[in-house]
């Protein structure tokens, strides 16, 4: 049964450190998401790659937060430095777009368990 | 992309039906109805989705009125681990592949 997998699953950490999160997409999907979810904001889109190419992180605060694809089995998200108001729970997604000229669209994201971040 | 109202909470009892409505009337002919769900604590899990014709599958079975302005899904025999958020979500084809855009869905409570 393949899954999306995230490390950690939970982090505590204080205000200015620096914090890395790791996803491992489904084996053979090419295109990989991150959201992030809020009391508040609810689930928000931050970023997401296909074949490893950033194609859109306009939700990404981009003086502390960055992603990348250091290749096609893992996306990282950093924030550093953090602050609290990051705190909330990060999920990787992974999938496949449709091939092209197909009747029925075939576009399923699959998610990870999410990372839960508390900064202090 | 088109927005869509869902009511912010429903019960249900357990083996019955749920039926959770998701009005998206300013949809265009080119945006599919796609339905996620998020069992607390967990990621959000892909249900089922559809253009204009109704659709079924093993988790769930979806109605689109024909002006496509609503939809239902529907869980024929909910149980208490179909207790979830539940996010109706329009989407373009042209966007196939891209972002999910989630709105505040609909908590549904299955009640024994």
């Known amino acids: 049964d393949a899954r999306v997998t995230q490390t950690p699953r939970h982090k505590v950490t204080e205000m200015g450190q620096e914090v890395t999160m790791r996803c491992q997409p489904i084996?053979?999907?090419?295109?990989v998401f991150w959201y992030r979810q809020t009391m508040m904001q609810g689930l928000e889109l931050l970023a997401y790659?296909?074949?490893?190419?950033?194609?859109?992180d306009s939700g990404m605060p981009k003086d502390r937060f960055s992603a990348e694809m250091p290749d096609a089995t893992l996306a990282t998200l950093k924030i550093q430095p953090s602050e609290p108001r990051d705190s909330a729970v990060y999920f990787c997604?992974?999938?496949?777009?449709?091939?092209?000229?197909?009747?029925?669209?075939?576009?399923?994201?699959?998610f990870g368990p999410g990372t839960r971040l508390t900064v202090l | 992309d088109a927005k869509t109202t869902q009511p912010p909470s429903m019960d249900c009892a357990e083996g019955r039906a749920a039926n959770l409505p998701c009005n998206h009337s300013?949809?265009?002919?080119?945006?599919?109805v796609y339905w996620y769900r998020q069992i607390h604590s967990q990621g959000p899990q892909y249900i089922i989705h559809?253009?204009?014709n109704n659709e079924t599958n093993e988790m769930a079975s979806l109605i689109i009125t024909e002006d496509r302005k609503s939809s239902t899904l529907i869980l024929p025999h909910a149980t208490l681990r179909d207790t979830a958020v539940y996010y109706c979500?329009?989407?373009?084809?042209?966007?196939?592949?891209?972002?999910?855009?989630f709105g505040q869905g609909t908590e549904l409570s299955v009640k024994p």
């Open positions: 997604a992974s999938g496949l777009p449709p091939k092209l000229g197909t009747h029925r669209s075939t576009d399923t994201q699959y």
């Open positions: 084996l053979g999907h090419n295109t």
């Open positions: 790659f296909r074949n490893r190419a950033p194609l859109d």
């Open positions: 300013t949809i265009s002919g080119n945006e599919y």
């Open positions: 559809g253009l204009k």
């Open positions: 979500i329009v989407r373009p084809v042209y966007n196939q592949g891209g972002k999910l855009i």
